[in-house]
């Protein structure tokens, strides 16, 4: 009696497990469970059409009847499908041949094997189910935010639970460089994609994609959000910089002003949001040259000239807005090129005055400077001797990518030239 009772207290807990299942309708979660059952007798017994099973999820019970019709005791042929007369009339003395019994059975009683069998089928289709719905909530969901608490954070990536106690991973590569956060704290984040590998749904999501600042601008920005105003393009460098190309077709809205706000109201949340990155937002143009201008902000284009069918362009500016065009590491100008989709080469343009005086192309010093660390100067616009001298130090640094005490050489020689 005390393997009985085990077995259905084994039993309670499963439907119990099963009453608490997420996010699984009523209906199907009462069909599954049925299925289930059907399956584990029809192994037992050969068939389960003989048989009702009433599931009652709510309660965590249910209950089965095996239905048989009455025979004379001497022709029971199939005790599953059969019933004696004799044995009928236990049940109720009125019984007669011919009539059908409905008999309550005990799960107990089909045995150990049975229930374990009963619980892992159970157990195989609610996960599959439970997959299914997880895999159906978030497809629908890619390209939005959503929030989630940190729950485990890993070298390469950090776990994180939703409202429904959802499994999300937020990868190292998809977090902002100085993002930082602890055990407990929400987490905004765009859901980059959802793997879905045999059926086990994995939910990635991404601080540094594109669309999670554009979702963040719909969010701030009413009038994105009510269609008045439309982001064209964004580029990021996630955590440093990011432009924005945005268009509006009312005349009486400016698309800039309205996304950055009095005083940068609107932006500033964003910028604390994404680690302090700098904001840039221009006004889109099909221009492509008025864009790629736009796109070079704060430096003051003095000409361009495109090449289409390449995707190039050659930008001409006063030696004092070079290093305004590339900006910091050359961000301003990576970012440029990726908003435009233009391969983006600066060069200085000297006055009457400067191309009167003598200058020297920097090949003619590869007998002093090495080729490479000419060929990364040339790389950046400046191709004489005279425009690297002229150029600020820093842009040889950081937009050449020259050590210090390279560039301090490089100079060093260049002036010995003049001087002598």
Sequence with gaps: MAKKNDIQVNLFDTFKEFKETKNIDRTILISVIEDSFRSVIQKQFGTDENYDIIVNPDKGDFEIYRNR???ADDEVEDQNTQIGLTEARKIDEDFEIGEEVAEKLNFADFGRRTILNLRQTMASKILELEHDNLYNKYIDKVGTIITGEVYQI???EMLLLD????????????QIPNDYFRKGETVRAIVLRVDNMNNNPKIILSRTAPEFLERLLEQEVPEINDGLITIKRIARIPGERAKIAVESYNERIDPVGACVGVKGSRIHGIVRELRNENIDVINFTSNEKLLIQRALSPARINSIVMNEAEHKAEVYLNPEQVSLAIGKNGMNIKLASMLTGYTIDVFRELDESEQSIDDIYLDEFNDEIEQWII???KKIGLDTARAV???PREMLTEKADLEEDTVDEVLRILRAEFED
């Excluded at 409202?163 to 999300?168: H, S």
């Design 389 to 391: 001298l002229a150029a």
């Design 375 to 377: 060929d990364s100067i």
């Design 163 to 174: 409202d429904e106690n959802n499994e999300m991973i937020l990868p190292k590569s998809e």
């Design 154 to 156: 890993w070298k390469r």
């Design 69 to 71: 019709i009455i025979v």
